[in-house]
């Protein structure tokens, strides 16, 4: 984005809106494909990201990077699908529309009907997107820029590196992303207001990935409902991510707005599982007790969890950690609570004007794992799509049921 503002020239440092830098970034973003357009998607709805006087102009004019990407042309699209599924593409489907419907950065989707009649959602990776990441993994501009984006500062940036890479190096697995698909459709079985499409395996492969046609309203078109529809609907997003983390121990590290599909009754639709992460087996006893200690307002029991979680040891550095952490948590602390654009904005401001800390006179700064990167990434998105529902909702008491459900309440919270 550095070198999109000074190619854009004057007009990225004196336009109060930015309105011509950011639609030069979009233009620039939008002809590459992997990673670059990737971070364009992330700039495009996380808060915090871009300076607030310019946020509007770029989300405008980042947001088409969102399902709009560059598309690959219906002939090479037939031409991946029957490579990896073994026959023509009329044997496979009865109809397959060879326009897409969305396009992101890995792969396309299109519209099709099985033999058995059967509506699906076709996705196919663009050709020779692989090549086209690892090449942009080998870039030493793009990985710097990879990690300044999805990386706290305090993350090694060498082992920040190594996971953003093993991370995007899984998202071009679709079998891989089938199986946490299914995982996930597991884990919230039986949940009325939470559904994953099903997964269509005799016609999926490494690069094409079928799963059952799913309907349902855009964040955008949902906020603008009433504010009983938008609390549902903001509870079983908490409800989804949290039950992942806490009770299953695994998250799906990329809350694109693109990624949920609103239905009627607070349900939700959640969509593409490339981007999947489990949570350290060290990290899940703290974790668990910090929402505990959260959901019955025990401030002492929570900063004891956090430190334990961070690996901090007081001094300056582990004292605004322990804090930082904790604002993090006033959903939870202050639930109901609104959680709204200012707030996620805050919270990443904060974290910038931490890295002050890293040379911490006493000496009390520790290297954060790298497993923390994407609960980073998840985190600001996450809280950036909750923001744009804009309204109060009680996630303390969500918190209850399910971790009640699961026996991983404690004494105190029963």
């Given amino acids: 984005m550095a070198g999109v503002g000074a190619r854009a020239g004057a007009g990225f ?4 809106s930015g309105v011509d830098a950011a639609e030069y970034a979009a233009e620039v973003l939008g002809t590459l494909r992997g990673l670059a357009a990737k971070v364009g998607q992330t700039l495009s709805y996380v808060d915090g990201l871009v300076p607030e006087a310019q946020r509007e102009s770029y989300e405008r004019a980042l947001s088409k990077l969102r399902d709009k990407a560059p598309r690959s042309s219906s002939s090479a699209i037939r031409k991946v699908i029957e490579e990896e599924l073994g026959a023509p593409i009329e044997r496979l489907f009865a109809s397959f529309d060879p326009e897409p419907f969305a396009s992101a950065s890995i792969g396309q989707v299109h519209r099709a009907r099985l033999p058995d009649g059967r509506a699906v959602a076709v996705k196919v990776q663009h050709p020779g997107i692989a090549l086209a990441v690892e090449s942009d993994l080998k870039n030493a501009g793009i990985a710097e820029g990879l990690v300044a984006t999805f990386a706290p500062k305090g993350v090694d940036p060498k082992a920040a590196y190594d996971e953003v890479a093993k991370r995007f190096r899984e998202e071009l697995d679709y079998e891989l992303e089938a199986q946490h698909q299914r995982d996930f459709a597991g884990f919230h079985a039986g949940d009325a207001k939470i559904s994953i499409p099903g997964v269509i395996a005799e016609r999926s492969s490494r690069r094409v990935l079928t ?109 605004r950690a322990v804090a930082y952490v904790r604002r993090c948590f006033e959903p939870m602390f202050n639930s109901p609570f609104r959680l709204s654009r200012e707030y996620t904005t805050g919270l990443f401001t904060e974290l910038r004007e931490m890295k002050r800390l890293m040379w911490a006179k006493d000496g009390s700064f520790v290297m954060l794992p790298p497993s923390m990167l994407f ?34 309440l404690g004494p105190t919270s029963v």
């Avoid at 799913?214 to 989804?240: I, K, M, N, P, V």
């Avoid at 950036?384 to 309204?391: E, G, K, T």
Wanted: hydrophobic residues 45%; aromatic residues 10%.
């Fill in 13 to 16: 440092v004196l336009s109060k």
């Fill in 211 to 319: 799963s059952e046609l799913s309907e349902g309203l855009s964040l955008e078109q949902a906020a603008t409902l009433s504010e009983t529809e938008r609390r549902a609907w903001a509870e079983t997003l908490w409800r989804f991510v949290f039950k992942g983390n806490l009770v299953h121990g695994m998250f799906n590290a990329d809350p694109h707005p693109g990624n949920y599909l609103f239905r009627p009754d607070g349900a939700v639709t959640f969509l593409d599982f490339g981007c999947v992460q489990p949570i350290a087996k060290e990290s899940v006893a703290p974790a668990r007790a910090m929402h505990r200690a959260a959901i019955d307002k025990q401030e002492a029991e929570f900063a004891g969890a956090a430190q334990r979680l961070l690996g901090t040891h007081g001094g300056e550095y582990g004292t």
């Fill in 375 to 408: 609960l980073n990434r998840l985190q600001f998105g996450f809280y950036s799509v909750l923001a744009r529902l804009d309204v109060s909702a009680d996630y303390a008491a969500v918190e209850r049921r399910f971790l009640g459900e699961a026996g991983l």
